[in-house]
């Protein structure tokens, strides 16, 4: 490996529930972080709220007083349906894929207003009783009317593969390009975690197969075949392999920790998780340079 390293690492704000965002920014910058992943919901930035420009200006401003990069996540549990996690999603009928289109349509506003790196957003699982040729006709037509809005406000959207959705390996998402005649601003959310659970390939041959279509990086820990977001260091995930081949392909995105359930212990996590991925990157095999 040559070269030096760009890798600048950030922390999801899924994984602070127990903080105000700005006390939540304030602690992450003081712990050396270069940006935060922020997930629209109800806690730290509802869309839904009187205000949005006012209060999206405000966090700009703070982000830029701290000097953080910021990515948009949309992965808020119920955010538009307080008895069922995660529903709608763009594979429902058409007026509650609107919703859902709606919601997406107010976090790519939001990352133009931010200047954020992207918006990442995943398919959602397959509807009861929904045959698969529908659920691309859905999923296509959805993902259009996103990027309709995101080509005019230059946002790049990032389709992250989840494990159990109809878009769940990163073979999927490049599916989903190429019947969407591979769109420049159609690009790819990669949770390291998820290639150990759920992907077919190791970790390098993975990223590299991402390659510069990669816009947004989640770090966390998984064992394979279970879906849970576990602590650096406490999975199967190689982060040399998956820290080394990032820099060797290039990626220049932000790295964000994506620990939703560690929200009870998050500033700790937060420090551990940091120390492991700078000591990760100063051991890889050939000198990178470490961001202070």
């Known amino acids: ?123 959602g699982s397959l509807p009861d009783g929904v045959a698969e040729d529908r659920a691309w006709g ?26 159990g959705h109809f878009i769940d390996t990163l073979d999927a998402v490049l599916e989903l390009r190429r019947r969407l005649d591979d769109p420049a601003l159609l690009r790819v959310t990669l949770d390291l975690g998820h290639v150990v659970c759920n992907e077919p390939r190791g970790m390098a041959e993975t990223i590299r197969l991402a390659g510069p279509l990669l816009a947004n990086v989640q770090v966390d820990d998984m064992v394979e075949g279970v879906h849970e977001h576990l602590e650096l260091g406490t999975g199967e995930v190689d982060f040399a392999a998956a820290l080394g081949t990032l820099v060797e392909i290039g990626y220049t995105g932000l790295a964000a920790l994506e620990l939703p359930r560690q929200s009870h212990a998050a500033p700790a996590v937060a420090e551990r998780s940091l120390a492991f991925l700078r000591e990760t990157l100063a051991a890889l095999p050939d000198p990178v340079e470490v961001r202070a």
């Open 1 to 123: 490996m040559t070269g030096t390293s760009a890798l600048r690492f950030g922390y999801g704000t899924n994984g602070m529930h127990s903080h105000r965002l700005e006390d939540a920014l304030a602690v992450l910058a003081d712990l050396g972080y270069d940006g935060v992943a922020l997930t629209l919901d109800h806690l730290h930035l509802d869309p839904y709220r009187p205000n949005l420009a006012g209060r999206v200006a405000q966090l700009g401003d703070r982000l830029d007083e701290l000097g953080m990069s910021v990515v948009i996540e949309t992965g808020a549990r119920y955010i538009l349906d307080p008895l069922r996690k995660h529903h709608p999603t763009l594979l429902h009928p058409g007026p509650e894929a609107s919703r859902r289109v709606d919601y997406l349509h107010r976090a790519v506003e939001v990352a133009a207003d931010l200047g954020a790196e992207a918006v990442s957003f995943w398919s």
């Open 138 to 163: 859905r999923l296509c037509d959805g993902v259009w009317r996103i990027l309709d809005l995101a080509q005019r406000r230059g946002v790049v959207c990032a389709v992250e593969p989840e494990p």
